[in-house]
C-alpha cells in the first residue's frame, strides 16, 4: 500500500532554515507527481508546493515563494522541501502528497514550529 513518511521537522527560530524529507514506499515513485501540504494551527491544509515526475517544472504559493525549494530523489524514493528565511506563520503540520497538488494519499506529518 501507498506509504509517504515525512521528517524533518522541529522547532526553529525565524530566518531560520529546516529540511523536510518524505520517504515513499508502496508504489512507483518515479511515475508520480508530489507536493507538499501544510496545515496552520485552526487553519485548512494549504498547498504549498509540487513537482512533476522528473523533478521539473516546481510550482509554489505565493506564501512561500522565493523561500521554499522543492525537489526529488527518484533512487532514494524521496521527495524534499527546503525551507529558508522561515518566518513564525509558516508553523504547520507539513504534509507530502501524491500528486502535484496535493489531490492523493498523504502522510501523517511533520511538525514544524518557528518561534524565537
Known amino acids: 500500500q501507498v506509504q509517504l513518511v515525512e521528517s524533518g521537522g522541529g522547532l526553529v527560530q525565524p530566518g531560520g532554515s529546516l529540511r523536510l524529507s518524505c520517504k515513499a514506499s508502496?508504489?512507483?515513485?518515479?511515475?508520480?507527481?508530489m507536493s507538499w501540504l501544510r496545515q496552520a494551527p485552526g487553519k485548512g491544509v494549504e498547498w504549498v508546493s509540487g513537482?512533476?515526475?522528473?523533478?521539473?517544472?516546481?510550482e509554489y504559493a505565493a506564501s512561500v515563494k522565493d523561500r521554499f525549494t522543492i525537489s526529488r530523489d527518484n533512487a532514494k524514493e524521496t521527495l524534499y522541501l527546503q525551507m529558508n528565511s522561515l518566518k513564525p506563520e509558516d508553523t504547520a503540520v507539513y504534509y507530502c502528497?501524491?500528486?502535484?497538488?496535493?489531490?492523493?494519499?498523504r502522510g501523517q506529518g511533520t511538525q514544524v514550529t518557528v518561534s524565537s
Open positions: 502528497a501524491r500528486n502535484k497538488y496535493g489531490s492523493g494519499p
Open positions: 508502496g508504489f512507483t515513485f518515479s511515475m508520480y507527481t
Open positions: 513537482i512533476d515526475s522528473l523533478g521539473n517544472d516546481p
